[in-house]
């Protein structure tokens, strides 16, 4: 069974900065466009940020935009989402996943990040 498994979160103060990391047990990981994605309590999980199968092309939902940067490496079948000047409003389990619905791996545990003074 595929594994998809996030890490990297934490507690960090407003403003400060966090480096997230998805490692996939998957070879198929090298052909698909993958995504960040977060979930709140209560809320539907939502994605925040895409990247191609070859790294060439990002997206970014409107609330990561010039501050999240999504990378992959796939050598090491690894994809990586650098996140700064954190806001509270960022608090939530981010998980990682193929961009596409119909190609969904198995879902992680996720990594909790709290933003919080």
């Known amino acids: 069974q595929v594994q998809l498994v996030e890490s990297g979160g934490g507690l960090v103060q407003p403003g400060g900065s966090l480096r997230l990391s998805c490692a996939a047990s998957?070879?198929?990981?090298?052909?698909?466009?993958m995504s960040w994605y977060r979930q709140v309590p209560g809320q539907e999980r939502e994605p925040v940020a895409t990247?191609?199968?070859?790294?060439?092309?990002?997206s970014y939902a409107d609330s990561g935009k010039g501050r999240f940067t999504i990378s992959r490496d796939n050598a090491k079948l690894t994809m990586y989402l650098q996140m700064n000047n954190l806001k509270p409003e960022d608090t939530a389990v981010y998980y990682c996943n193929a961009a596409r619905s119909n190609l969904y791996y198995t879902w992680g545990q996720g990594t909790q990040v709290i933003v919080s003074s």
């Open positions: 998957a070879f198929t990981f090298r052909r698909y466009a």
């Open positions: 990247i191609s199968s070859t790294g060439g092309a990002t």
